[in-house]
């Protein structure tokens, strides 16, 4: 662990309690320690508003209207779509697919790409690091389909075991892959992976549900060939996501959900499907939420991907440290050694209290985290545990924020010796 | 810390450090039973052995033990009803299980609301388990508290069904 002193750690490049002031929760809700943004984040003010003016000002449905308001609101959607995609290094705005959450996104890709590409003799390749929605979409297709699904280990650190992937890889045609770990925050080698991926033969699909909130993602320099990710992790509303694809993939794909919007033309004997994005979009879309995403993406923008990434890596530095110093042997953190190799995630194990309790009693001094397995449960096996207590931070958070879940965790801690 | 200290009552984290009829039964005779909480990730085995199946409800529980993991809440909750089941006829660990559920005010798929109101009207034959009443007042705990009991739900209908 880096050993540097809080005194001649760099300054933080973000203003937590500038920033905090932005979000009306913490206003209305004084006192709280909110340490689970990686469950959902808290929601600016500028996110709010947008969503509250579209609705004021311009709401209809979207497209195939001759009127103004019917324009003001494909406007408000088709602007946050070209905003969304560039935050992710996107040229091609088409190519971003609104989904109602990055679990919708990977079910789309495995249930459009995956069942038109995968068969008997196939095989997908998943990390033991993924999260449930990565995992689950593919266990459900390759029970329909008869492929293979083949898993990259861990080593004793909590990072990949790279050691066997060529094998692993040979004659897969998909590497799922999370761009960080929701437990341990592990960020995986994701360039090295995707160029031995492409090597083998295989596509790249990336759940960037924690990365793409909390570190800057460029789609072209990852070279993956999906990304999915969820607006409410970043700031954004909940009820939509974004699937990221290369338009010659997704114009290969057969469209997911049938019905309006998504088709060129319907007869009796069958339907044309649309171009894109309109292709994997049917129905009446999240308008409001579209708007409040692409706000989102402004408010971020606006603080700057790289800031958000040193901040947190200050943090997550100051939190191992000065929660080990404390503690020493009562705690137990989860991942990588190195701060600069996780992302604003901890899981932990304190003294032989169970997370779900340990959350409990946190809760009595407002501190929240989350107790439980994460959606992970290949992970939790590897660590050997039924359950963590995860603390994850965000922009708005502080030092101030680590040394409150201390002394909440020392609490804990007497409560239980009782 | 009252609704705290409410919820963890001495003798629930003794039954949490000291749990009894910790372990596993042959199957057969046992049956085993396996319950998850995917809330939290705790799962509860439980090993049930009646004397004489063929006695349908009037068959009595002549052993149970207790495996799997998780928090202070659904490990005490199995560790005192392991303990209050053994020599009850499998009608009378229904009751049991009916008294139980009451206090925690729990109707299967009632668990939205933010307020679980202690409605119930437990038995006398509670006994310790009484403690585990503060729990209600955690709604997201409920499902921690009754975790074992519909495990051992489980198993009686498991055994009851050979």
């Known amino acids: 662990m880096a050993d540097i002193s809080v005194k001649d750690a760099p300054a933080d490049p973000l203003s937590p309690e500038e920033i905090r002031a932005d979000f009306p929760l913490f206003a209305n809700r004084e006192g709280i320690v909110f340490l689970d943004s990686a469950a959902s984040s808290q929601k600016p003010i500028q996110v709010i508003e947008a969503m509250d003016h579209y609705y004021a000002f311009d709401h209809s449905n979207v497209h195939r209207a001759a009127y103004d308001l019917a324009e003001a609101a494909t406007n408000d959607m088709e602007g946050a779509r070209r905003r969304i995609a560039g935050f992710i290094g996107a040229t091609d705005s088409a190519e971003l697919i609104f989904t109602k959450n990055a679990t919708e996104a990977l079910n789309l890709v495995a249930r459009s790409w995956g069942a038109a590409n995968l068969g008997a003799g196939d095989a997908v390749v998943l990390t033991q690091l993924e999260h449930h929605a990565n995992i689950v979409p593919w266990q459900q297709l390759a029970a329909e389909k008869g492929f293979e699904i083949r898993w990259i280990d861990l080593d004793e650190d909590g990072t990949l075991d790279l050691s066997d992937l060529d094998r692993i890889l040979d004659g897969a045609k998909l590497l799922g892959l999370t761009a960080m770990s929701n437990v341990t925050g592990t960020i995986p080698p994701i360039r090295l992976l995707t160029d031995a991926a492409h090597a083998s033969g295989a596509l790249v699909c990336l759940d960037g549900c924690q990365s793409v909130p909390h570190m800057p993602t460029d789609v072209k320099e990852l070279d993956v060939d999906f990304l999915a990710f969820s607006s409410h992790k970043m700031c954004g509303p909940t009820g939509i996501g974004a699937l990221w694809a290369r338009r010659h993939i997704l114009e290969d794909m057969p469209p997911f959900l049938g019905g309006g919007g998504m088709i060129l033309d319907v007869s009796r004997d069958g339907f044309i499907p649309a171009g894109l994005p309109a292709r994997f979009e049917a129905g009446t879309p999240a308008i409001a939420e579209a708007v409040g995403f692409g706000a989102a993406v402004d408010y971020l923008e606006s603080l700057g991907m790289e800031n958000v990434r040193a901040h947190e890596i200050q943090l997550t530095s100051y939190a191992m440290r000065s929660l080990t110093e404390r503690f020493g042997s009562d705690i137990t953190i989860h991942g990588p050694a190195e701060p600069d190799q996780r992302g604003g995630v901890m899981s932990m194990a304190f003294r032989d209290i169970h997370p779900h309790d340990l959350s409990q009693v946190l809760n009595q001094r407002h501190v929240c985290i989350r107790p439980g397995h994460h959606c992970a449960k290949p992970l939790m096996k590897y660590l050997g545990v039924g359950a963590t207590a995860r603390a994850s931070w965000y922009i708005y958070n502080d030092t101030n924020d680590i040394d409150l879940l201390g002394d909440a965790l020392e609490a804990a801690g007497e409560f239980f010796s009782i | ?162």
């Open chain 2, 1 to 162: 810390m009252s609704d705290l200290e409410d919820l963890y009552r001495e003798i629930i984290l003794d039954h949490y450090r000291s749990p009894r009829n910790r372990g596993e039964l042959e199957t057969p005779p046992a049956h085993r039973a396996e319950g998850f909480n995917p809330l939290c990730g705790d799962e509860i085995v439980v090993y049930l052995e009646l004397d004489d199946e063929s006695a349908g409800e009037d068959a009595v529980v002549s052993q149970v033990r207790i495996g799997g993991q998780g928090c202070s809440i659904s490990q005490s909750s199995a560790s005192m009803m392991s303990a209050a089941i053994v020599g009850k006829t499998v009608a009378e660990v229904r009751e049991l299980t009916r008294s139980f559920k009451a206090m925690m005010s729990i109707h299967e798929g009632e668990l939205d609301g933010d307020e679980a109101m202690p409605t119930g009207q437990p038995g006398e034959s509670l006994g310790d388990l009484e403690a585990l009443r503060g729990v209600v007042k955690f709604p997201v705990r409920i499902k921690c508290a009754t975790l074992s009991w519909n495990t051992l739900a489980e198993g009686i209908e498991e055994a009851l069904a050979d």
